[in-house]
């Protein structure tokens, strides 16, 4: 059996992209408290650039999603060949190992601060109460319950996509066990991708639950595996033909971060299809063609690969930041400039996080339940 390298190469491409989606995800619920609009920078900067950096949190984690599903998808192939020879004990593992030590210990720091009374972390809606909340995490359905229940606090709520991913990810093995064929695997997934519009578009009496439902994201995360499907048969494409595909990915990012609303008008619902086929065409440039790390973009890449970590902890950072703001009386126009403890402390959380838990953690299950001493090279950490 082919497991994970100890020290997984990596993909200068997908991190860069990875470290842009955590990015608009901090940018996103940074601007919710302080938009960037009603700074100074509101009458220097083009509105559309400015609304770009600050309401893309969304869709960026749709991107999350297609990567996700490429990645361990691409892995999946590289250890166990055909997908309907993939063991779901191992891969279980892998998944454990990755998401649950840090998830724990955020749920338990989460149910501290709600039990001190802290205003950011205190679960008040109508209907919510603390036991549902840690029900609704480790039941993979905290999604549904603010679908139900209203929005949890923003620690609690950036658990909806995880709810998501790790219920496609239960039933991933199984399906392909059970379906073993492309012929049959591949149909499957291309139905569930192209659902994504009408899912979406169906859900529109409630707002929430429109948001975070499951079938919209798997959507995303199906097209991932397809896009992984499609490498690996892939085998020889040309310079051209990669670089076609990086710059029509970067294109159509550009497009539906910076004109939202005119692709909105467009496409309504089906926007997301162009995101999400955008972010395909970047992880499979990347792929092909691993690009050389870009002088300047180390940090960028550092975002990447601490990328769950800084997305489960960044609200802490954003909480006090603006709390800081708001008791210093500081004038709003010069809130652009308290954007920059909010990167630097949400990169040193997640690198403190990654080095003291969720690295070491990680290895320590994958040593005790896996075979890590044999490796094939180019596995890409998810």
């Known amino acids: 059996m082919m497991t994970d390298a100890p020290t997984p190469h990596r ?16 940018l996103h619920h940074t601007g919710l408290r302080i938009p960037l609009k009603k700074t100074a920078l509101g009458g220097l900067v083009p509105g559309w650039l400015l609304g770009g950096l600050n309401w893309n949190g969304y869709e960026a984690v749709f991107v999350f999603f297609v990567i996700s599903g490429f990645l361990i998808t691409g892995n999946a192939l590289k250890r166990w060949g055909p997908l309907g ?14 998401i649950v030590p840090l998830l724990v210990a955020l749920v338990a720091v989460l149910s501290l601060f709600h039990l001190l009374g802290l205003q950011d972390y ?9 036991g549902g909340a840690i029900a609704a ?21 950036v658990l909806w996509s995880l709810s998501i991913e790790e219920v496609f990810y239960l039933a991933f093995p199984l399906v392909c066990l059970i379906t073993r064929r492309k012929a049959v ?3 499957l997934l291309l139905l569930l991708t192209l659902s994504l519009p009408w899912t979406h578009a169906a859900l529109k009496g409630n707002e929430i639950w429109q948001e975070k439902a499951y079938l919209p994201g798997m959507s995303a995360i199906a097209l991932g595996v397809l896009g992984a499907l499609l490498a690996d048969a892939w085998r020889n494409p040309t310079v051209g033909q990669t670089r076609l595909l990086a710059w029509t990915g970067a294109i159509g990012l550009a497009v539906v971060f910076f004109a939202g609303s005119a692709v909105w008008h467009l496409l309504r619902d089906s926007y997301l299809i162009l995101l999400c ?6 992880c499979l440039a990347a792929d092909k063609r691993p690009m050389r790390a870009i ?10 690969r601490l990328s769950y970590e800084i997305y489960l902890t960044h609200m802490f950072v954003v909480f006090g930041i603006v709390r800081v703001f708001r008791a210093s009386g500081a004038d709003l126009r010069t809130g652009w400039l308290w954007y920059l403890p909010v990167f630097v402390l949400c990169w040193l959380l997640g690198v403190a996080v990654e080095r003291t838990l969720s690295g070491s953690c990680e290895r320590w ?9 044999s490796a094939r090279p180019g596995e890409q950490a998810v």
Request: hydrophobic fraction near 45%; charged fraction near 20%; glycine fraction near 14%.
């Open 137 to 157: 995490t480790f039941g993979l359905h905290l999604n549904w319950y603010e679908g139900m229940k209203g929005y949890l606090p923003g620690g609690w709520d």
């Open 277 to 282: 086929l955008s972010a395909l065409a970047l």
């Open 295 to 304: 002088p300047g973009l180390g940090w960028l890449r550092s975002w990447g």
């Open 122 to 130: 205190r679960i008040h809606g109508e209907g919510q109460s603390l």
């Open 185 to 187: 695997i591949v149909p």
């Open 11 to 26: 993909n200068h491409g997908i991190d860069l992209l990875r470290g842009l989606s955590i990015l608009l995800v901090v």
């Open 365 to 373: 299950l994958k040593r005790r339940w896996l075979d890590t001493k």
């Open 85 to 98: 020879a993939i063991q779901p004990k191992p891969f279980y593992a892998r998944r454990f190992a990755r």
